[in-house]
């Protein structure tokens, strides 16, 4: 395998609603602050690959108005992912393997805004058996944490506690959206929004996005001083079946843990896409994560969740204190579909 | 460049405009059991499968593929999904073939499938404002100002076109899996259906299918096993490509895009071919309305500008001719959208593996497939070939 790093970052400051931005509008200045922070011209890119999806967009085909955000003239080596844009720079890494590229753009985003994003997301469902009853996505999680207390695997006070715990830690992320928190105590007096899920047990509705530039081997140490070598990356995906599944488990993110050698050195720092309180205690207990880990201090997705463009800032995060020398190793967790179904896992290092 | 990497293993489903038959990962199934079959394999022997289709709203669902995880065995396994418009059964294709090429997979399963009977598809094609002037019906609608264009700068006689159609459609009549089979069509029958986007008739543009395509695709030491077990030669990646460019641009030129000029010259260079006339003996490529197959055959480079009507009209591109193109039918006879780009794909390396049946050409040793897509803007090429590259 060849060394690829992650060389730069660059992500949106999230919000709730970038109403007076499209897509390319909202995305572009992004790309060109990944480009500038590793002083390339969009030239030197070999490989470019985004992650978006069109159910957010209302359009399809809406990536092939988005690639403008990019300025393909001359035109470019391009592929696209109806996926996360983690899944987007697994695909570049990938290419850079074959040894076809060296360099490679990834850049990801969402606009969840214009719709009814829970609703949405029930389209992503079994057409035959579980789209008409329009479970959303909220009412599911909902089914899941359930699930996990009546296990004895979590507590609402837990829940809540990781609520407070990644929302204080946004505090110092100037992206997110949700930064601070009220007291556990008071978080737990408020009303269910879904029993048990109560509201701060959510991701906040997030438009927003990511770019990454990785390169291969000597380009990417000219390219940054300290660069975030990939050094395992892996996804697996589970049944989608509910009936079928152990909604308190998620093996995929276990096996694409353990392809990516996550034990094998330790944890400085793990940014995990959990969109939901409970599904903190799965990933962490799934990626063998000790009690004392240093988990989200970006916020994660509770601070800020932007579709399609959330499991690449995971990545992001974790690469951007690598590349400022606050940590050495680290691991990041993409997640995709209802519950945890489908789980990308990376190992990033310094040295 | 990386590790060599073959077709082992072809299926696809019976085409048509509705499978009310089967779900839809009945479909799927269908195409992936018939690849499967072909390469002696079962999906426990998979590593990993790269899936693509076009937009999600053809069958009203949301990233459907976690939905079919279970149903095409990607449980406990990578299951990766690609989207590049039009081009994307190629692209997909691209994609699962580089797992193979970089090394990070032996066996993968790629899978191109279209349900179009779920939804309108040429409604949805139509963009709506404000993602675009509402001033066309349909991706015929988008494309008829460049063949027209295509025809003022080539002075093309006006019957071009018709040609194509009768010879697309013929062909499928020699591939049972095609969507349309129409015995009676004649020369006369397709100029006098009726006028869609002017130049496209009715007979000129391609129908909406439901319909997948499956590819067992495997590294070097695989595929010479496999061969050895089946008896049936692989058709060995020569070159893969892939380009992009934007919708507007300016100096764009939307009747021979650069985009497509380059990709071909990119995946030439790769499988060595300095004379794609010569070199390559036959090709699929994607040609949704008729023009496409002269504009294509310049675009590509099989024919100087303003020259591909001539093949055409010389019928150098039936399939008796030295350059027979789309001896399927082409999109023009099947177009289930997601999977025409990787039909096209699939079609190449059946040729080279001799598995044609009537549509066959004789001594197949190297072949283009072609697919594009968006504003005739992605475009995804490979060449596969009989000797291992």
Redesign the interface.
């Known amino acids: 395998?060849r060394d690829v790093a992650i060389v730069s970052v660059a992500q949106t400051v999230h919000r709730g609603a970038a109403t007076e931005l499209n897509e390319v509008e909202m995305i572009q200045p992004v790309i060109l602050e990944a480009l500038q922070k590793a002083g390339v011209r969009k030239g030197e890119i070999d490989f470019?690959c985004s992650g978006s999806?069109?159910?957010l967009a209302g359009?399809?085909?809406?990536?092939?108005?988005t690639?403008?955000a990019v300025?393909?003239?001359?035109?470019?080596?391009?592929?696209?992912?109806?996926?996360d844009g983690a899944?987007a720079l697994?695909?570049a890494w990938?290419?850079i393997?074959?040894?076809?590229a060296d360099t490679a753009l990834v850049f990801s985003y969402g606009k969840s805004s214009p719709g009814d994003l829970p609703r949405?997301?029930s389209?992503?469902?079994?057409?035959?058996y579980y789209?008409p009853l329009w479970p959303d996505s909220i009412a599911l999680a909902g089914l899941q944490a359930r699930a996990m207390l009546d296990a004895g695997l979590t507590t609402e006070a837990e829940m809540a506690a990781i609520a407070h715990r990644n929302r204080e830690a946004a505090r110092s992320n100037p992206y997110a959206q949700l930064r601070g928190s009220a007291s556990v105590d008071d978080l737990l007096a408020a009303p269910h929004l879904s029993d048990p899920l109560r509201r701060h047990d959510c991701a906040p509705i997030t438009d927003g996005g990511v770019a990454i530039v990785l390169a291969a081997g000597d380009r990417a140490a000219q390219w940054a001083d300290r660069p975030a070598w990939i050094r395992g990356i892996?996804?697996?995906?589970?049944?989608?079946?509910l009936g079928?599944r152990d909604l308190t488990a998620a093996?995929?993110i276990g096996?694409a843990a353990a392809n990516a050698g996550v034990a094998n050195g330790p944890v400085d720092v793990a940014e995990v896409h959990a969109p939901f309180t409970h599904q903190e205690v799965i990933v962490r207990r799934e990626l063998g994560l000790a009690d004392d880990a240093n988990v989200n201090p970006s916020g994660g997705p509770l601070a800020a969740n932007p579709m399609m463009a959330a499991g690449l800032i995971r990545l992001g995060e974790v690469a951007q204190r690598i590349l400022d020398g606050s940590a050495n190793r680290g691991v990041a967790h993409a997640t995709?579909?209802?519950l945890l179904?489908?789980n990308l896992v990376a190992v990033l290092e310094g040295n | 460049m990386g590790n060599r990497v073959a077709v082992i293993g072809v299926g696809q489903t019976q085409h048509a405009a509705v499978r009310g038959d089967v779900s839809l990962p009945g479909l799927i199934r269908e195409a992936v059991y018939r690849a499967l079959d072909d390469a002696q394999m079962t999906m426990a022997d998979i590593d990993a499968i790269v899936i693509g289709k076009a937009p999600d709203f053809f069958e009203g669902i949301m990233m459907p593929e976690g939905y079919l995880a279970e149903a095409l065995g990607a449980v406990g396994k990578p299951f990766f999904r690609v989207h590049t418009a039009g081009s994307v059964g190629g692209s997909t294709a691209i994609v699962a073939a580089s797992h193979i090429e970089a090394g990070v997979a032996e066996r993968v399963l790629t899978i191109g499938w279209e349900m179009q009977s779920c939804s309108e598809a040429m409604w949805a094609l139509s963009f709506p404002i404000p993602f675009q002037q509402q001033l066309v019906a349909g991706a015929g609608g988008y494309f008829a100002p460049f063949i027209r264009e295509y025809i003022r700068r080539s002075n093309a006689p006006d019957d071009i076109g018709v040609l194509v159609a009768l010879k697309d459609r013929l062909n499928a009549l020699k591939n049972p899996y095609a969507h349309l089979h129409e015995p009676d069509i004649t020369y006369d029958s397709v100029k006098e259906s009726f006028m869609l986007w002017e130049p496209i008739r009715y007979s000129e543009t391609c129908p909406s299918s439901d319909g997948a395509i499956a590819m067992v695709l495997g590294s070097e030491s695989v595929a010479e096993a496999t061969a050895a077990a089946t008896g049936v030669r692989p058709a060995w990646v020569h070159g893969m490509s892939m380009r992009s460019e934007p919708s507007m641009a300016s100096g764009r030129d939307q009747v021979s895009p650069q985009a497509g000029q380059d990709c071909a010259a990119d995946v030439f260079a790769q499988a060595g071919v300095t004379d794609p006339r010569a070199e390559i003996d036959m090709v699929e490529m994607y040609v949704p309305f008729s023009w496409y197959e002269p504009m294509w055959l310049e675009n590509l480079g099989f024919a100087a500008e303003g020259e591909g009507w001539k093949m055409t009209e010389q019928g150098a591109t039936q399939l008796d001719g030295d350059l027979p193109v789309n001896c399927s039918g082409g999109v023009l006879s099947t177009n289930p959208i997601g999977a025409s780009g990787m039909l096209r794909f699939g079609e190449a390396a059946m040729q080279v593996r001799g598995q044609c049946g009537d549509h066959q050409i004789d001594g197949v040793r190297r072949a283009l497939g072609h697919a594009y897509g968006g504003a005739a803007q992605y475009y995804a090429m490979w060449v596969v070939g009989a000797d291992k590259p």
């Open positions: 395998m470019t999806s069109d159910y359009q399809a085909f809406s990536f092939v108005m690639i403008d300025g393909p003239w001359p035109p470019i080596s391009e592929s696209h992912v109806e996926m899944w697994y695909e990938v290419k393997q074959t040894g076809h949405v997301l389209r992503q469902l079994d057409p035959y789209q892996d996804h697996r995906i589970d049944s989608h079946n079928a093996p995929s096996l995709s579909g209802h179904q489908q």
